[in-house]
């Protein structure tokens, strides 16, 4: 954890998905205070259709990214992040402004186990050095 899952409609190069998930990795790891090496990101082509946004007219093709946290970031460090990897996602992979939207899941530590680690991760504080 964290755990980022883009859905996108379209198919890209693998070193657009790396460089997107660099970058993707960057921008968390700083924003919210994280090790870079809990991040996981993933990218899912769903293909033409795959993805849409209803409204009162037909249904728009969309982008969603789910962001499974740990919690206790408040909703201006969470703005900031997700106007940040609305940038880059828009940047990178060319998606149409407002196509996409992000939504959190907030969870305590004891509720993603880190190989790497050993164990589950601690809650997230403010003094957590990366």
């Known amino acids: 954890m964290p755990y980022l899952q883009l859905e996108v409609t ?8 790396q460089q997107l ?3 993707m990795g960057d921008i968390y ?3 919210m205070n994280s090790n870079v090496k809990r991040i996981t990101v993933t990218i899912r082509e769903l293909g033409e259709g795959g993805v849409w946004r209803c409204s009162e007219d037909e249904p728009a093709p969309a982008a969603i990214l789910m ?9 201006e460090i969470r703005t900031e992040l997700s106007k940040a990897l609305i ?9 149409e402004v407002n196509q996409l939207n992000i939504e959190f ?6 509720e993603m186990y880190h190989q790497w680690m050993g164990s ?3 809650d997230w504080s403010p003094d957590e050095n990366g």
């Open 10 to 17: 379209r198919s890209y190069p693998t070193a657009i998905k």
């Open 21 to 23: 998930a660099k970058q």
């Open 29 to 31: 790891s700083r924003i």
């Open 67 to 75: 962001c499974d946290v740990r919690a206790g970031r408040s909703v």
């Open 87 to 95: 940038r880059v996602c828009n940047e990178v992979l060319e998606l």
């Open 105 to 110: 899941t907030q969870h305590t530590g004891d």
């Open 120 to 122: 589950f991760s601690d």
